[in-house]
Every structure is written in C-alpha cells, then in structure tokens.
C-alpha cells in the first residue's frame, strides 16, 4: 500500500471549520480529514518489515518515528537494556533532528543565526550516522555504528557559534512574541517526557503530567496505551484523553510549551531563558528557540561522553548486528519530538508478525489546543482574523508544510458549517 500526501492535501493549504455550539457561540476547529492514519499499514507485516516502514512515514519528522518505533521494537525483541554508547548515539540523533526541524522557523527570524544552527544541526544527524533526509542510525537492541571521533570532533568546534545563535534567537522570539493577537488559555493538562532525574528530556522514559502548574500523574513510557485513550479510535482526528480524568476533563497537549512547563530544564542557559519565559510569555515561538538552545546545551556534553566511550569500547558490542527474534506481546514506544510526543504501539504474535498498530501523533494530540486557539482568531476584528488564524496554526504546529509558510502565504479556507 503507498499513500502519496500530496495526492491527498495540497501542503500549504488548510480549512477551517467553524460552526455552532449549543449556546450558539462560533466555535472553529482545523480540519484533519485530508490526513491519513498510517498506523494500519504496519498490520501484517514482519517487525523488521516495519522497522523500514518507521524510516519513511513522514518526511517532516522521519527521526521521531524512527526512533519511537524503534522503542517498542527493542522491547518486543527482548533487546533492553541498550548500552550506554548505542542510548547516546540514538540520543545524538534525535537531538539533531528536533533542532534541524526548528531551525526552519528561525530562518525567516533571523537568517544568519538559522542557517548557523542547522549546519550544526546537519553535523549532529551525520555524527549519529544518518546523513541523509531518512534515518538509518538505529535498530533492534542499538545501532549501525557508533559516531566517527573525527565527526564529533567537528561536531564539537561548531557548537558554540550555534549556542550563541540560539541565545540570540531566543531574545528575539521573545520581543516578537509580545506581538501575538492570541492568549495561551488552554484548559487541558501539558504531557511530556522526563528522565530519571525528574527533568524535562525529550529522550526520557516517564510521561509527567501537569494540570494548573501541578504535577497529577507520572508513568512509564511503556504505559503509555494504558493512560491514554482515543475517543473517536482509529480515525485523523481521534481526540485523546487521560484516561483517569476522563473524555471530558482529560484532554491535553504536547510539544514545546508543555516541555517548558513540566519541569525546570538542567542547562543552565536554557534554563534562565526557561525561568524568563514561565514569568513573561508561555508562546510557542520563544518555547522553540529555549528548547533548541537546550538541546545544544546538552550536546556539548553528550559529545563528550561519546568521545569518551568511542575511543574505549570495542564498537561491535555496541552496535545491532545480530540475527533478531520477535516475541509476542504489546509495547509502546516514545519520544518527545519537535512537535511534541510521538507515540507508537504494536502487538505481536508468536512469529513476530504485527497483529495491531496505534500511531498518535503531535498533531492529533494537539487538535482540541488549536481549536481552542482558531476559535480565539475567529472572535476577532474581521481585519486580525486572517493573521490570527495563521498565527494559530505556527503556534500548535500541525505536522503540514502549511505550518512554516511566510506570512500571508498560508492558504487557509474557512468554511462556515
């Protein structure tokens, strides 16, 4: 089966939906019919037939399904604990891919300081060992190959000229954000992934989640299919819920404004940035920059250890090379990506053939807060509509093309229902 998207949706084009409610106030959504679920072209096939299939399902966040995908499939093959050197390179990977993907923003803020962080960005995904647009790096029980010291080396020279650009960015953004026609009003609770030490981790292994600025829950990825379910399964816009609050007072969002609000980052300068934003603006586009100067931050570090580790283990111990064998059974993988949690859950059987199939994107996640934000826009001046409406749709981040298109240039259609 092969789904070709632009055959589906025009890219940089999106509707609008408003309608009534019962009180008779105008109420808008974004239309997510135009956009398949992928998740049922996995069932029937082998898990290694799927690990190729995770590389190519979306070329706007290839890494994240890679590696989320990749998650379950380590589980599923028995292949946990991963060493210490194949965790970094994942790591590394998915880094470079989430400060790749928000590079493309920075660029129409600032051009020199875009350009500078995705070249570092490039440096980091082929240090991970995925050069091209679709990731290769990882597989069952760890990776190809471990990074090259010679290109963390070269990873290392360029990283602060990119931390600086991202310090910049980060000014910036917030002076731009104070330019917003919209209010942050979301209702739900903020999810999003921390790792041991209780810190924000867009590569951690608990779910946190916060409600009016308190912690309520915490859990294992590996529950994520039992917290979380789907009030319309199977379908573009499902409308997940936590489970223990229920359909109605349940609902959520993820992405960079939920990991800024989960917990205090453990980077220094990211976090100062972090502690200025919770005090003055709560956006999305200053929450990006902060989130990429992060990763940056962490890098530096992780390169490090990398150097360490490369020069003194042998690499084939390391590395997934080995016949792998599937089991039975039902595991989730998670990762936090640029656009926020991206979760993906198989069930296998006997012969490692995949029975069943739940791929939950950031955008579906993210839907009911881009209502909540569209119906703001549509309660305007008719002169601010359009650009509010555009300004929502930057600020949720639909997994589209649409989402990064200059001013203007979005090509929204609004339908009255």
Not at 168 to 183: N, P, Q, V, Y
Not at 223 to 233: D, G, H, L, Q
Not at 336 to 365: K, S, V, W
Not at 367 to 392: K, N
Request: charged share 25%; proline share 6%; hydrophobic share 40%.
């Amino acid at each position: 089966m092969k789904i070709n998207l632009d055959e589906i949706i025009d890219p940089l084009e999106g509707r609008v939906v408003v309608s009534k409610d019962r009180q008779g106030q105008s109420q808008a959504r974004f239309d997510l019919q135009g956009l398949p679920r992928v998740d049922a072209m996995l069932v029937g096939k082998s898990a290694l037939e799927a690990l190729k299939m995770t590389e190519h399902l979306c070329g706007i966040c290839p890494v994240a399904h890679h590696l989320a995908g990749m998650r379950a499939l380590d589980v599923l093959s028995q292949s946990e604990p991963l060493s210490k050197a194949a965790e970094l390179t994942r790591r590394l990977l998915h880094y470079g891919s989430i400060v790749q993907t928000h590079s493309l923003r920075f660029l129409m803020q600032d051009r020199d300081a875009g350009i500078a962080i995705r070249l570092v960005a490039k440096k980091m995904l082929v240090a991970a060992g995925s050069p091209g647009h679709f990731p290769v790096s990882a597989l069952p029980g760890g990776v190809r190959a471990l990074p090259e010291l010679k290109a963390l080396k070269n990873l290392d020279e360029d990283l602060p000229d990119a931390i600086e650009a991202a310090e910049e960015l980060c000014d910036l953004a917030f002076r731009l954000s104070k330019e917003s026609r919209l209010a942050d009003a979301f209702s739900g609770s903020e999810v999003a992934l921390i790792n041991e030490d209780a810190n924000p981790d867009v590569f951690g292994t608990r779910v946190r989640v916060v409600l009016e600025q308190k912690i309520i829950d915490e859990f294992s990825f590996s529950k994520w299919n039992e917290r979380i379910r789907e009030e319309n399964p199977h379908t573009p816009a499902p409308r997940p819920y936590l489970r223990a609050l229920g359909v109605n007072e349940g609902r959520y969002r993820v992405g960079p404004v939920s990991q800024l609000s989960i917990g205090t980052l453990p980077s220094p300068k990211a976090a100062a940035a972090q502690e200025r934003w919770l005090a003055e603006s709560r956006n999305a586009q200053p929450a990006r920059a902060i989130i990429t100067l992060h990763l940056l931050e962490r890098t530096t570090e992780l390169v490090k250890q990398l150097s360490r580790l490369v020069g003194q283990v042998n690499s084939e111990e390391h590395t997934a090379g080995r016949p792998v064998k599937f089991s039975s059974g039902q595991a989730s993988g998670v990762v936090d990506g640029p656009r926020g949690i991206l979760a993906h859950t198989y069930a296998t059987d006997t012969e490692g053939m995949i029975t069943q199939a739940t791929i939950l994107t950031p955008t579906a996640q993210n839907e009911p807060w881009l209502a909540q934000l569209l119906t703001q826009a549509i309660a305007l001046d008719g002169a601010q509509t359009q650009g509010a409406l555009e300004e929502s749709i930057r600020e949720a981040d639909p997994c589209l093309p649409l989402s990064s298109a200059p001013s203007g240039q979005m090509g929204l259609k609004v339908d009255n229902v």
